[in-house]
């Protein structure tokens, strides 16, 4: 294979791996900003309650201190619920409080949309909205651009003794 052709397919990666990648971003975006405005209709009353259920296996990680004082904790909780017979999943998750604290009876949904759900809409959106977005598939595709460029411009190979001109 010619140099001149791996560059080329080099690039067709880089160039297809970077317009998948901000399909991605613009996916995620699009659903983060669904998943706001929902929590928001929960809050003030537009969405619909209904049963959880509450799964057997939950994660509950901890720090601790020399002295072995808990200082920070972190638990999440799935749930499923059923809307006109079709199954949903969700979590409950928070930090700083037990899994006590958490446990909960029912979910709120939208209506139009059950894959929007939350256990805790007021405490849901207060966390995703001041934290925001993280762009991963932003600083991804920076950093597979970054090494596919690379790869493209590496350092081209010496010439051989014999090809040099010779000054006599």
Known sequence: MTESTKKKIYFAAFLSITIYLVYAH????????????????MIQGKGA?????????????????????TKSMATIIPYTF?????????????LGKSAEELITDSVYYLPENPEI??????????????????????YLSIIT????IGSIMKDKEKPDAASKPSHK
């Open 117 to 138: 759900n939350s256990a805790q809409p007021a405490a849901d959106y207060e966390h995703i909205s001041h934290q925001g977005m993280w762009n991963w598939r932003l």
């Open 82 to 94: 059923t809307v006109d017979g079709k199954s949903y999943k969700g979590t409950i998750g928070a």
């Open 49 to 69: 309650k209904t049963a959880l259920i509450l799964s057997e296996k939950y994660a509950v990680m901890t720090t601790k201190s020399k002295m072995t004082e």
């Open 26 to 41: 613009f996916q995620a975006k699009t659903t983060f900003n669904d998943k706001l405005e929902g929590y928001q209709k």
């Open 145 to 148: 651009g970054l090494i596919t």
